[in-house]
């Protein structure tokens, strides 16, 4: 019987129950990533993003590290990300990131762009290729009495999805940062907005980048 038990919470041991969830800090998302760890030895295998957050993150892999090893992951979509090696499960194994906090308010950014990209990808038609802006806090003008500070998820030429609590109504004039716009869509975590007028490449740049 006591072997029956001892099996039944290894079958538990599933990456989502990776941490209990009220012992978590951070939530974490679900994201599909691949990409390769290296170890304390500078050796590198594949892996397998399974979800990450900003504190931490879990990945598939048929080799583990030992508890407490330092572990640098690389993934295109993220950059490197380092930290040490914090639970071992059957399949791969959980990462405790090490990060300043400057680094962390880019993950958050990064990660928040990733997990919005499928659900806007069909905003405005994507009739000009978006990207993550390096500068992404910026203010968003609804009225000459009203100015808020916000979060911009991504930009393009012809717009750009903004994380806020705001909904403006559609159709209404707002200006992000130097650029006047129009408020084209609602979306869970904030607007997506049209720039109003042909914007040149360097007026979009100079107030993102």
Known sequence: MP??????????LVPSALIAPERRLHKRFTLKLVGRFMRADRLEYPCELIDISVGGMAVATPVQPHLGEGIIVYM??????EGKAARI???????????????REKL??????LINRD??????ARAHQRRLPTRNDTKLKLSDE???????????????N???????????????GKLPAQVVRHH????????????IPEAVKGNFD
């Open 3 to 12: 072997a029956q038990t001892s099996l039944a919470v290894k079958r538990e």
């Open 76 to 81: 295109d979509e993220l950059g490197g990300l």
């Open 89 to 103: 499960f059957d399949g791969g194994f959980a990462i405790g990131l090490c990060a300043t906090p400057h680094r």
């Open 108 to 113: 958050v950014a990064r990660l928040t762009w």
């Open 119 to 124: 659900e806007l990808a069909e905003v405005d």
């Open 146 to 160: 009203i100015a808020l500070r916000v979060q911009v998820i991504d930009v393009s030429l012809s717009g750009a």
């Open 162 to 176: 903004i994380a806020t609590e705001a909904r403006p109504p559609l159709g209404s004039k707002v200006q992000l």
């Open 188 to 199: 869970e975590r904030g607007i997506g907005i049209r720039f109003i007028g042909n914007q």
